[in-house]
C-alpha cells in the first residue's frame, strides 16, 4: 500500500474496548515508517544526483566561459589579421600606383628625349643636305666654266654633246645619296 498525506490523515482504525486496536496501529505505523524510510532514501539519493548534476553544470558553464573566451579572441585575432592584410594591401597599392608614376615618368622623359634626337637629326639632315647641294651647285659651275675653256678650244657642236653629257641633275644626285 503506498501512503499518500491524504490516506494518512483519512486513515480508520477498529475501535475495540478501550480504544484502537493496538497492533492495527503498531502494523500501520510500521508500513508508514518503512514508506517513508523509502522516501527519505530516495530524496537523499535525489539531492545527491541534483547536486552532482549542479556541478556539471559547473563546469559546462566554465567550459562555456572558456569556448566565448576562445572565440571572441579568435575573433579579435582574425578582426586584426584582416586590418593588417588590408593596411598590407593598400601599402603594396600606394607603392605599385608611385613604381608605375615613376616609370610612367621616365617614359615620357625617354619619348622627349627621342623626340628632341629626332628633330636634331631632322635639323642635321637639312644643314647635310643643303651643303651637298651647295658643294655640287659648286662643282656644276666649276664644271660648266671648265667646259666653256674646253668648248672654246673646242668645236661648238661637240661642245654641245659633251655639255649635255657631263651636265649632272643635282637632285638625282642627292635623292640617290639619301
Known sequence: MRFTPYNIKNQEFNREMRGYDREEVRTFLESLSLEFASLFDESERLK??????????????????????????AQESSSKALESAKKQNSLIIKEAEI????????????????????????????ILLSKLKAMIETQTKILDTSSVIIESKSSSTAQTQRKEETEPDVDEIVEKLL
Not at 608614376?101 to 627621342?114: F, G, T
Open 48 to 73: 545527491k544526483e541534483i547536486d552532482e548534476y549542479k556541478e556539471e553544470i559547473k563546469e559546462y558553464k566554465k567550459l562555456e566561459k572558456s569556448l566565448q573566451n576562445t572565440l571572441v579572441s
Open 99 to 126: 613604381k608605375a608614376s615613376q616609370i610612367v615618368k621616365k617614359a615620357r622623359e625617354e619619348v622627349e628625349k627621342i623626340n628632341d634626337d629626332v628633330l636634331h637629326l631632322k635639323e642635321e639632315r637639312k
